[in-house]
């Protein structure tokens, strides 16, 4: 399981220390003067070598060692440390008592005017025709409704078709922010309104194409609706 330990075979050579047979040769003068070694005679190397691998292998006892050396193989292991990734810092964002104390969604007084906001409605019907290809007379009714319910819907005109609440019925206005469970809209009257999703059936028209929208079924955040499938067919009740 763990990495893979390191394997140092010695082999005979002209500058290297060969072990076989238990026969050590001292390096010459000429390689050992610019290492600033002292040389060494083969009864000290040989107590060098032991020492080193009983130092190396504390587990393997003297016959183990010679059996290594008889072998020619040793084997050291090797632990490598292992490298801690640095954690990435999550940005901190306004929790949801703070973005309400902040009124950071509210919409100023002023700025509570159907006009203002027909530029958005013309913008984002164009965004509609270049999401639906054109929206051609010929264009499948189902291909243009499942692009409309997962498209973005703020600066769509909506009209509330059906509702538990027969107050909500008739509303007709720009979508200005889509939450979770609510659109606000703002209607021609100059007011805002905040309409649930829940128990209520919605319609947008896009150059003559009609969508409805159940909101019951339509409970997600706007970022939430691109990767949701939705069904196209069969009754839903409000």
């Known amino acids: 399981g763990g990495p893979a330990p390191w394997r140092l075979r010695l ?31 083969s009864e000290e190397a040989k107590a060098f070598v032991n020492a080193f691998l009983k130092r190396s292998m504390p587990k393997k006892n003297e016959g183990a060692i010679q059996d290594i050396l008889t072998r020619k193989a040793v084997v050291l292991e090797h632990h490598p440390k ?5 954690k990435r ?14 009124r950071l969604f509210d919409i100023e007084p002023e700025q509570q005017r159907y006009g203002i906001f027909l530029p958005l409605h013309e913008l984002w019907k164009q965004y509609i025709r270049d ?10 009714p189902h291909m243009v ?3 409309l319910l997962k498209a973005d819907l703020h600066g769509a005109i909506v009209t509330v078709t059906k509702s538990k609440c027969p107050s909500y019925v008739g509303i007709t206005g720009i979508i200005l922010q889509e939450f979770k469970h ?11 309104k905040v309409i649930p999703k ?8 896009v150059d003559g ?7 019951s079924k339509f409970q997600f955040r706007a970022s939430e609706r691109s990767a949701k499938k939705f069904k196209l067919k069969g009754t839903i009740d409000l």
């Open 11 to 41: 082999t005979p050579g002209p500058a290297v220390l060969c072990l076989a047979g238990k026969l050590y040769r001292r390096l010459p003068p000429e390689e050992t003067g610019g290492l600033r070694l002292q040389p060494q005679g």
């Open 82 to 86: 292992k490298k801690t990734k640095p």
């Open 89 to 102: 810092k999550k940005a901190k964002g306004f929790t949801a008592k703070q973005r309400r104390e902040m």
């Open 131 to 140: 999401l639906c290809h054109g929206l051609k007379p010929d264009a499948q």
């Open 145 to 147: 409704q499942g692009k």
């Open 182 to 192: 609510v659109f606000k809209i703002i209607t021609k009257e100059d007011k805002l």
């Open 198 to 205: 829940l128990n209520n059936v919605f319609s947008l028209e």
């Open 209 to 215: 194409f009609v969508s409805y929208i159940y909101g």
